[in-house]
């Protein structure tokens, strides 16, 4: 790619690719490496990669083409781009927090009293958005325990409470996926994705109907046979007293 523009772009950005090696092989010869080594190692790769894009961007600015590369080569470039993109814009799910709670207010019209979220959702500017919106987020609070043991117990108390609340609805997923399908969906548009979930959750709920009717009518045949067997047994015991008789 670089000699086409060469003669605009200059000389030949380096790639320290000598270097990317002995610092990959520095870690990749150790027997049991430790975490933090292994994540220093990564992040120096990444870093490699992310000046190579870099690069690579500069010379397509000065009019080169990714044609200029094999066809193998430009697909390892877009999926080592995808990588980085990734691994320096990670998705976060605790950032979709405020969403949900307007969704929720645009819904009912006002705000939820609680929200009963997990760990990845309690960072501090959710804590902060929370408060300011007299929203109660489950979980503990930041910084020193408090003294008093008696509010230690209520808000140990609190948060198990809100965490058998969510763990009611988050235990719904398994099934989901398993039974239902939701771990299946391969559509490609958003819309359809959210018309097979919607559909999906429609047929769970569908199922919890019929299982509920299920037990009602167990219960009404059960209550039927009791009585049955009460009106037997009191004919029975009719006939006795009139042979008595």
């Known amino acids: 790619m ?13 790639t320290h690719l000598r270097k990317a090696i002995q610092q990959f092989l520095a870690v990749a010869k150790k027997k ?14 990444l870093a490699h990669l992310e000046r190579n894009l870099t690069s690579i961007d500069a010379l397509i600015a000065c009019g080169t083409s990714f044609l200029a ?4 080569w430009y697909r390892k470039l877009l999926v080592v781009s995808e990588l980085v993109r990734q691994s320096f814009d990670p998705y976060n799910e605790g950032e979709d927090l405020r969403a949900q709670v307007f ?8 705000y939820s009293a ?14 902060v958005f929370c408060a300011s919106h007299k929203i109660r987020l489950s979980g503990p609070r930041l910084g020193r325990p408090k003294s008093d ?5 209520e808000e140990k108390r609190q948060f198990i409470d809100d965490q058998r609340r969510r763990n009611a609805f988050e235990g719904r997923f398994g099934p989901g996926k398993s039974r239902f399908g939701l ?18 959750i429609l047929v769970m709920n569908l199922a919890k109907l019929l299982a509920l009717l299920f037990v009602l009518f167990t219960c009404w045949l059960h209550l039927l046979w009791a009585r049955g067997s009460v009106n037997n047994a009191h004919s029975d015991l009719l006939l006795a007293h009139g042979v008595m008789a």
């Open 32 to 45: 049991r490496p430790r975490i933090n080594k292994i994540r220093k190692a990564i992040k120096q790769q």
């Open 2 to 14: 670089h000699p086409p523009v060469r003669d605009g772009f200059g000389a030949k950005p380096r």
């Open 69 to 72: 590369a094999r066809r193998h």
């Open 149 to 153: 043991p008696d509010l230690v117990a």
């Open 114 to 127: 609680v929200i009963s979220a997990d760990q990845f959702y309690r960072t501090r500017s959710n804590r």
């Open 103 to 110: 969704a929720y207010s645009r819904r009912h019209g006002h």
């Open 183 to 200: 771990g299946l969906i391969r559509e490609k548009l958003a819309l359809t994705q959210g018309s097979t979930i919607a559909i999906n």
